[in-house]
């Protein structure tokens, strides 16, 4: 799919005229996206991605879009992790857009006008960096910014102007008609209606307590893909890995992904290198 659209016959940045890759389409089914998303403790969650998939099999469209997700619960219920783990098992890209960043929002807002605007959007910039035409966004602070900002964002999400959406610091325009938008919102703030008038709602509950279930091996998974860290290595046992924990009991899914990153950590400084028994 070519994502970037210019005029004239001159290249564009970032690669942007050339074909990017529509992904997720061989994880569709009912053993694969579902499945692999690991979210049991989050029905409608889960529910949301069965459907999602279904639809874009029925569509006879072999690759993920979610189309807009409107994402509530109280901090910590594991909002980012749940997008974050959602493209990393589909093998689309993952991006963030912070509307509460000055920059970001100006440049949300019109950034044609606002000299502090970004060369690119996140969103773009993720697009070209993975070659990814239909990337996982998870947009932050939609719930508490104001109108400008938010009827930027309302275009960049409508189905129907997204197609052409106008990067106007690169000059070009960008289909975003594949991306998948989950925008959160916490449990005191509602995003607008009219920013999404078609966009599903679900809010996601609070995380299990202790570490003993899925989402704790989810979120492993996660850091160790942070971590640069090949889960099939070897380097530490689910036991070894709860014996590192500083803390047994969670509130949120970020403690338990701060904990897991400490506790990955740590073995890997217990684990030798290979280099570290040589004689010299």
């Not at 995380?207 to 003993?212: C, E, R, S, T, W």
Request: net charge negative; charged share 20%; glycine share 10%.
């Amino acid at each position: 799919m070519i994502v970037g659209h210019g005029v004239g016959d001159d290249p564009l940045p970032m690669e942007l005229g050339e074909p990017f890759a529509l992904l997720g389409g061989d994880r569709l089914g009912a053993d694969g996206i579902p499945f692999l998303v690991m979210h049991e403790h989050q029905p409608d969650f889960l529910a949301w991605v069965r459907t999602r998939c279904a639809m874009m099999l029925a569509a006879e469209r072999p690759w993920f879009c979610g189309g807009t997700l409107i994402l509530g619960g109280s901090n910590g219920a594991g909002r980012t992790h749940a997008a974050r783990w959602l493209a990393r098992i589909g093998g689309m890209s993952h991006a963030v857009v912070n509307l509460t960043d000055p920059v970001i929002a100006a440049s949300i807002a019109a950034s044609g006008e606002i000299s502090e605007a970004l060369g690119a959007s996140p969103v773009t910039i993720a697009m070209a960096a993975a070659r990814c035409a239909n990337p996982i966004v998870t947009v932050v602070g939609a719930d508490r910014v104001g109108d400008d900002v938010l009827q930027g964002l309302a275009v960049m999400i409508d189905p129907e102007r997204c197609r052409r959406w106008r990067e106007d610091r690169l000059g070009i325009d960008i289909d975003l008609g594949e991306v998948t938008w989950i925008l959160q919102q916490d449990e005191y703030r509602t995003v607008p209606d009219w920013i999404a008038p078609d966009a599903i709602r679900i809010a996601l509950g609070h995380p299990p307590a202790g570490i003993d279930h899925v989402l704790a091996l989810s979120i492993c998974l996660e850091a160790m893909g942070d971590l640069g860290i090949d889960p099939a290595g070897g380097i530490c046992s689910w036991q070894q890995i709860r014996d590192a924990f500083p803390r047994k009991h969670f509130r949120s899914a970020r403690e338990l992904y701060v904990d897991m990153v400490q506790a990955l950590r740590g073995r890997q400084r217990a684990v030798p290198r290979p280099f570290d028994a040589l004689p010299f």
